[in-house]
T-cell receptor, first 110, second 114 residues
Framework: RKEVEQDPGPFNVPEGATVAFNCTYS??????FFWYRQDCRKEPKLLMS?????NEDGRFTAQLNRASQYISLLIRDSKLSDSATYLC???????????WGAGTKLIIKP | DVKVTQSSRYLVKRTGEKVFLECVQD?????MFWYRQDPGLGLRLIYF???????EKGDIPEGYSVSREKKERFSLILESASTNQTSMYLC?????????????FGPGTRLTVT
């Protein structure tokens, strides 16, 4: 079993729709969780950290479910510019080492 | 803004050549990382460093070595390049904020070994 698993997609979604994807992780001791965004042929960039209580940043909402060991990302009112690959990231034993999911590809269609 | 730069965006080398990939960050971060990224596999950690002259093996260190002589610079070395090392190489640095470490990436080096 992979340490961090994501549905690779692609998710094809019409502009303006709401889309959500999950990510599961295997290390129950993990404490830090992130969503990164990666555009085609570019480097990953931090989208948001995921906190225990859940957090929201504009149209983006991240949730953490420790009992089931998954995190989720919800995007409301999706824009064409949201098209990207979204990477789920979890810390390893040491807090500064991260484990990366392979990413979920999102395509927003006009 | 944090800036992480990598010496080359694209590189083509022959099998058996020694390859140097350089990474420089300008934010005085303690931690630096080298990853490779291949389709469907996500980012895999090759080596990381948490201080000058310190290095730790990641998940796939075989065939690679690293050097960190100065805090801002972290070099990845392929001693004898092989075709299975054709990949996108990403350098990152990280700092501690809000009880966690955020990683910032360079633009990547797409290496082709022929």
């Amino acid at each position: 079993r992979k340490e961090v698993e994501q549905d690779p997609g692609p998710f094809n979604v019409p502009e303006g729709a709401t889309v959500a994807f999950n990510c599961t992780y295997s290390n129950s001791a993990s404490q830090s969780f992130f969503w990164y965004r990666q555009d085609c042929r570019k480097e990953p960039k931090l989208l948001m950290s995921v906190y225990s209580s859940g957090n929201e940043d504009g149209r983006f909402t991240a949730q953490l479910n420790r009992a089931s060991q998954y995190i989720s990302l919800l995007i409301r009112d999706s824009k064409l510019s949201d098209s990207a690959t979204y990477l789920c990231v979890v810390n390893k034993d040491s807090n500064y080492q991260l484990i990366w999911g392979a990413g979920t590809k999102l395509i927003i269609k006009p | 803004d944090v800036k992480v730069t990598q010496s080359s965006r694209y590189l083509v080398k022959r099998t058996g050549e020694k390859v140097f990939l350089e990474c420089v960050q300008d934010m005085d971060h303690e931690n630096m990382f080298w990853y490779r990224q291949d389709p469907g596999l996500g980012l895999r950690l090759i080596y990381f460093s948490y201080d000058v002259k310190m290095k730790e093996k990641g998940d796939i260190p075989e065939g690679y070595s690293v050097s960190r002589e100065k805090k801002e610079r972290f070099s990845l070395i392929l001693e004898s390049a092989s075709t299975n090392q054709t990949s996108m190489y990403l350098c990152a640095s990280s700092f501690y904020r809000d009880s966690t470490y955020e990683q910032y990436f360079g633009p990547g080096t797409r290496l082709t070994v022929t």
